[in-house]
């Protein structure tokens, strides 16, 4: 199959840009006239340093990262945060938690090894197919922080607003990190693995309030302490060298596309060709209410299993890539990152309605 023949829908690890790949080759050999490859560079030479320090620059930039707020760059993806959290912030107190999908129930059940887990919404009786409201979350007046999801990559759904808490949100974004606007100031810490949205797997960024940091569990492993690693800048050890390369020109691209509220539109206009279809069909099913539904993960069924496989395999056919859904929930699940562009979902669409046609 040829790269121009095909469009990748894949939850994660996911597509890039093209002309990042393309910049990653041309500099693969010879990183810009240093006689190596970035792989092949010690993390502590200046060259690398350069590629950190813009890394964290262009974060804190395309994000509007606060100066309360330390920037961390992490490995173990984000299923080592869900205890990272509980060791440093939760540290035996109290934290209210939402269940909204696989990802917050497994951060939940890590959490309670450190501490005590308060469920503040469970959306489980219904499949995880809708998002609590406000008015729905049981709060607990001691907490030391809310956690939630922000976007269910499994089952396609995401908040679209930020709780109200009295203590400070905790939130997982490896989904739908740099597609919108968020307010830093309201979070203790967000956390995202790179993999989805930002650079290949291997690499999580951490955006943690620095007047929280410090109260952790003696028994924190050091690689897992906020506090060492805000005090390290992220080298208490080897850092994940190649993919905060290949983060720093991502975020040039994300810049070069008009920042995050570029990025913001785009997910619009690419997740609307495909609820416009869904909207007006007679075959398919989707899986998340429509007031919650996610602009990243479009998750839909057509109800019989040999028919989704059907789809599924008539899709790559034709170069799109991956849809098929989690094996949580079945059906099929069109991942639309911020490299994917506004032609693949409008081939998918195409193919939607196509096969609609042909089997209704
Ligand atoms: C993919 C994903 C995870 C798991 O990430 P790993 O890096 O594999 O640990 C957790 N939360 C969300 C929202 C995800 O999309």
Not at 213 to 219: H, I, R
Not at 293 to 321: H, I, P, W, Y
Not at 342 to 354: Q, S
Request: proline share 4%.
């Amino acid at each position: 199959m040829k790269r121009e023949d095909v469009f990748n829908f894949a939850a994660g690890p996911s597509a890039m840009p093209r002309s990042v790949l393309e910049k990653a080759a041309a500099e693969l050999l010879n990183y810009r006239g240093t006689g190596m490859s970035v792989m092949e560079m010690s993390h502590r030479s200046a060259a690398f340093r350069e590629i950190f320090d813009t890394a964290k620059a262009s974060l804190r930039e395309l994000l509007n990262v606060p100066d309360s707020h330390e920037i961390l760059l992490l490995q173990g993806g984000a299923t080592l945060q869900f205890a990272a959290i509980g060791m440093n912030l939760l540290a035996g107190g109290a934290a209210d938690y939402a269940v909204t999908g696989r990802f917050s129930a497994r951060a939940a059940e890590e959490a309670k090894k450190y501490g005590t887990v308060r469920i503040a919404a469970d959306t489980s009786s219904t499949g995880h197919d809708r998002i609590p409201k406000q008015d729905e979350l049981s709060l607990s007046p001691n907490a030391k922080y809310f956690y939630y999801c922000a976007n269910n990559t499994i089952y396609g759904t995401e908040w679209h607003y930020d709780p109200e808490t009295a203590c400070p949100l905790v939130c997982d974004m490896s989904s739908d990190i740099l597609t919108r606007p968020v307010d830093f100031s309201r979070f203790a810490l967000v956390y995202a693995g790179a993999q989805k949205n930002m650079a290949p797997a291997g690499l999580t960024v951490v955006i943690v309030d620095r007047s929280l940091v410090g109260g952790e569990l003696p028994c924190t492993p050091e690689i897992m302490s906020y506090k060492v690693m805000a005090e390290t800048d992220s080298m208490l050890n080897t850092p994940p060298c190649w993919c905060i390369y290949m983060l720093s020109l991502m975020l040039d691209w994300v810049r070069e596309n008009g920042g995050v509220a570029g990025m913001d539109e785009r997910k619009r206009e690419r997740a609307a060709l495909l609820y416009d279809v869904l909207d007006s069909s007679r075959l398919y099913l989707p899986h998340a209410r429509r007031e919650d539904r996610s602009f990243m993960n479009v998750t839909f069924s057509t109800g019989k299993k040999e028919l989704d496989a059907e789809f599924v395999a008539g899709a790559a056919q034709r170069g799109l890539l991956s849809v098929k859904g989690h094996k949580v929930t079945g059906g099929m699940r069109a991942s639309l990152y911020n490299a994917m562009p506004l032609e693949g979902a409008r081939k998918l669409a195409d193919y939607m309605r196509e096969f609609e046609a042909e089997h209704v």
